[in-house]
């Protein structure tokens, strides 16, 4: 899932080696597939990429309220694709 790799870079994690993840979502198993990382679905996995969000950037952060999984990772998503695009301009 290229959303997932997003995430994974941004968080400059480095995707070769999972033991550098935090450990509530270091995998035992890990065979390389971007399938294997579950942002989307665990709140373990998008809540260390909320907490980055919100030290970098603050104010400049905002997503939909409620507490809704899916639309805060679609949100965290979004923002990162702004982020990179404002970075290439």
Known sequence: MKENKL?????????NDPKTFPKPIQQPIYDGCWGDYRFQ???????????KIVEDYGS???????????????????????CN???NR
């Open 7 to 15: 995430i994974a870079e941004f968080m400059e994690w480095d995707i």
């Open 41 to 51: 679905t665990s709140w373990d996995w998008l809540m260390p990429v909320i907490a």
């Open 60 to 82: 400049g952060w905002s997503f939909e309220e409620g507490y809704d999984l899916e639309v805060r990772y679609k949100s965290v998503v979004n923002f990162i694709k702004e």
């Open 85 to 87: 695009n404002e970075r």
